[in-house]
């Protein structure tokens, strides 16, 4: 028999003979019938209620024949034999689909696409993950940007220089299974598995992506990389090859995961007449604090627990009368804010923390929901009333870019100052942006941004409480949380304006994060492999 049990507590020092012990205890059994178990998942408890921190986890335990279920309640399940894994059916294909974008939408679905037998030909316009990192430094450090090759764009797509969060809203488990399959498959930590909140970290993601490939390329797949896309071919509103600045790849399906950045992307497929649309999206700053105020807000008493890994926070505010909603994305516990960049002349932000997120501040996005209807006059250099979002994001950016120097420092401010309209005489010396400059962020931003952040981050900071505001630093601008433009798709997964046109992941308005990236792949890539059924 096979029981999954919720609610078993266990110190955060767990040996497996507590975790046998208090099986044994919840089961009302005797230990020796307990003949494996399973951590599922476990979560952190560390309200002040309590005497010391522990975990609550769920286990999966099998039983022996001679334990007679003495239990009854909602922590107890019975579990039936596993529908959740999800076959690569093999395919014959009569073409190679070809893969644009080596994010972790593209790369999902380029694995189980050379599963299934198709061989799928992957481009990428930047380079190797390993060595995309050297031209982010020279970045970060030096100003220089390659177009191609940058935080933003190259094998992991903006993903590689984040936190790694693997935390989904969706309800997909056979997906989110086979994706924490295949990060195993590539020697992602187990532990990260079982966490509640679990993140890899900047450091192990640069480490896992080349073992994707290497997999990908073992099983048929082939990739391309400095090679951007600048054409596609259509005949009769079906798709019949991609061409770059090198080659050209005839094929009938071509996945599009180029990504929210690739503005060139969407230009292209507007002037092909390719159906899109305007998206809500978010705008904001990017805010840090000292992680050891963040841990005393959220631990309390167990702040200087020497087993509790650095905190983390998710705040939201409802919209009030003279403001609008705002809420926290994508905080980085003992992490770095960074700049980002693949324009010339633009700039944005982002944060990324490392597995062990041991840096002195924590940061996290504070962002205000931008509508269609706020962009709706927002002319500019695309003409596509589709992509006037993007036209939006610019004038931001670009502002951004000039309010600091004109060589990608990042504007910042201590937040004290930003709240009063005032532009800082200093910055701390330590703060995990070193280039960064004290600039006017009323020149960079909208009234209705800017009135929502002074109004609502107090109201947010004060539900940390032990965080002191005077401490607290902000760095604009936050434009690139989300696309503002949907490539439409139908039903069968592609383009309703041109057949073998699949759009998918996070540049063409379906998913958001890592995980829903990876499942958004996986999806499409299966209406591929249908296709040539």
């Given at each position: 028999?096979?029981?999954?049990?919720?609610?078993?507590?266990?110190?955060l020092?767990?040996?497996?003979?507590?975790?046998?012990?208090?099986?044994?205890?919840?089961?009302?059994?005797?230990?020796?019938?307990?003949?494996?178990?399973?951590?599922?998942?476990?979560?952190?408890?560390?309200?002040?209620?309590?005497?010391?921190?522990?975990?609550?986890?769920?286990?999966?335990?099998?039983?022996?024949?001679?334990?007679?279920?003495?239990?009854q309640?909602?922590?107890?399940?019975?579990?039936?034999?596993?529908?959740?894994?999800?076959?690569?059916?093999?395919?014959?294909?009569?073409?190679?689909?070809?893969?644009?974008?080596?994010?972790?939408?593209?790369?999902?679905?380029?694995?189980?696409?050379?599963?299934?037998?198709?061989?799928?030909?992957?481009?990428?316009?930047?380079?190797?993950?390993?060595?995309?990192?050297?031209?982010?430094?020279?970045?970060?450090?030096?100003?220089?940007?390659?177009?191609?090759?940058?935080?933003?764009?190259?094998?992991g797509g903006?993903?590689?220089?984040?936190?790694?969060?693997?935390?989904?809203?969706?309800?997909?488990?056979?997906?989110?299974?086979?994706?924490?399959?295949?990060?195993?498959?590539?020697?992602?930590?187990?532990?990260?598995?079982?966490?509640?909140?679990?993140?890899?970290?900047?450091?192990?993601?640069?480490?896992?992506?080349?073992?994707?490939?290497?997999?990908?390329?073992?099983?048929?797949?082939?990739?391309?990389?400095?090679?951007?896309?600048?054409?596609?071919?259509?005949?009769?509103?079906?798709?019949?090859?991609?061409?770059?600045?090198?080659?050209?790849?005839?094929?009938?399906?071509?996945?599009?995961?180029?990504?929210?950045?690739?503005?060139?992307?969407?230009?292209?497929?507007?002037?092909?007449?390719?159906?899109?649309?305007?998206?809500?999206?978010?705008?904001?700053?990017?805010?840090?604090?000292?992680?050891?105020?963040?841990?005393?807000a959220?631990?309390?008493?167990?702040?200087?627990?020497?087993?509790?890994?650095?905190?983390?926070f998710?705040?939201?505010?409802?919209?009030?009368?003279?403001?609008?909603?705002?809420?926290?994305?994508?905080?980085?516990?003992?992490?770095?804010?960074?700049?980002?960049?693949?324009?010339?002349?633009?700039?944005?932000?982002?944060?990324?923390?490392?597995?062990?997120?041991?840096?002195?501040?924590?940061?996290?996005a504070?962002i205000?929901?931008?509508?269609?209807?706020?962009?709706?006059?927002?002319?500019?250099?695309?003409?596509?009333?589709?992509?006037?979002?993007?036209?939006?994001?610019?004038?931001?950016?670009?502002?951004?870019f000039?309010?600091?120097?004109?060589?990608?420092?990042?504007?910042?401010?201590?937040?004290?100052?930003?709240?009063?309209?005032?532009?800082?005489?200093?910055?701390?010396?330590?703060?995990?942006?070193?280039?960064?400059?004290?600039?006017?962020?009323?020149?960079?931003?909208?009234?209705?941004?800017?009135?929502?952040?002074?109004?609502?981050?107090?109201?947010?900071?004060?539900?940390?409480?032990?965080?002191?505001?005077?401490?607290?630093?902000?760095?604009?601008?936050?434009?690139?949380?989300?696309?503002?433009?949907?490539?439409?798709?139908?039903?069968?997964?592609?383009?309703?304006?041109?057949?073998?046109?699949?759009?998918?992941?996070?540049?063409?308005?379906?998913?958001?994060?890592?995980?829903?990236?990876?499942?958004?792949?996986?999806?499409?890539?299966g209406?591929?492999?249908?296709?040539?059924?």
């Amino acid at each position: 028999m096979k029981i999954e049990i919720n609610q078993i507590e266990l110190p955060l020092q767990y040996s497996d003979d507590n975790i046998i012990t208090a099986l044994a205890n919840k089961l009302s059994c005797q230990e020796n019938q307990i003949l494996s178990w399973t951590i599922k998942r476990r979560s952190l408890d560390a309200r002040p209620i309590r005497t010391a921190p522990v975990y609550s986890a769920v286990i999966e335990v099998e039983l022996s024949s001679s334990y007679k279920p003495n239990f009854q309640g909602q922590d107890f399940t019975i579990i039936k034999e596993s529908n959740l894994i999800n076959e690569f059916p093999e395919t014959t294909f009569s073409f190679r689909p070809v893969i644009v974008g080596a994010g972790v939408a593209g790369l999902m679905a380029a694995y189980y696409l050379a599963k299934s037998g198709a061989k799928p030909i992957i481009l990428e316009r930047g380079s190797k993950a390993e060595f995309r990192s050297v031209k982010v430094n020279n970045f970060w450090e030096n100003g220089i940007l390659d177009l191609n090759d940058n935080v933003l764009f190259g094998e992991g797509g903006a993903g590689l220089f984040s936190d790694g969060k693997l935390t989904t809203r969706s309800k997909d488990k056979g997906r989110i299974f086979d994706f924490y399959n295949i990060l195993s498959l590539c020697k992602a930590p187990e532990e990260t598995f079982i966490n509640a909140e679990p993140h890899l970290g900047s450091d192990v993601l640069i480490k896992i992506i080349p073992s994707l490939r290497k997999h990908i390329e073992s099983l048929g797949g082939t990739f391309f990389y400095n090679t951007p896309m600048t054409d596609l071919e259509i005949s009769n509103d079906s798709i019949t090859g991609v061409i770059t600045d090198k080659l050209k790849f005839e094929t009938k399906a071509v996945i599009l995961a180029t990504g929210h950045s690739a503005r060139d992307v969407y230009e292209l497929l507007s002037k092909k007449n390719i159906e899109l649309e305007q998206k809500p999206f978010a705008v904001g700053i990017r805010l840090e604090i000292p992680q050891d105020q963040i841990n005393t807000a959220r631990y309390r008493k167990f702040k200087d627990h020497p087993s509790l890994e650095p905190a983390s926070f998710k705040l939201t505010r409802l919209p009030e009368i003279s403001c609008r909603p705002c809420y926290t994305f994508c905080m980085c516990p003992g992490g770095r804010v960074i700049a980002c960049a693949n324009e010339n002349n633009r700039l944005t932000t982002n944060g990324m923390s490392y597995s062990n997120r041991n840096l002195k501040y924590g940061n996290a996005a504070f962002i205000v929901p931008v509508m269609p209807s706020d962009f709706k006059d927002c002319t500019g250099i695309y003409e596509d009333k589709a992509l006037y979002g993007l036209n939006f994001q610019i004038k931001i950016e670009e502002a951004a870019f000039n309010a600091a120097g004109k060589d990608f420092s990042l504007p910042a401010l201590m937040l004290e100052d930003f709240l009063l309209s005032k532009v800082s005489l200093t910055l701390p010396h330590d703060r995990s942006c070193p280039r960064s400059l004290p600039a006017s962020f009323d020149e960079i931003f909208p009234d209705f941004i800017l009135n929502t952040l002074r109004i609502q981050i107090p109201a947010m900071l004060s539900q940390l409480k032990g965080t002191q505001r005077a401490d607290a630093i902000v760095y604009a601008p936050e434009t690139r949380s989300s696309s503002p433009v949907r490539i439409l798709r139908n039903d069968y997964g592609y383009s309703p304006s041109v057949k073998g046109l699949y759009p998918i992941g996070e540049g063409a308005g379906y998913s958001g994060g890592i995980v829903s990236s990876a499942i958004d792949g996986l999806k499409i890539a299966g209406y591929v492999a249908l296709s040539a059924l």
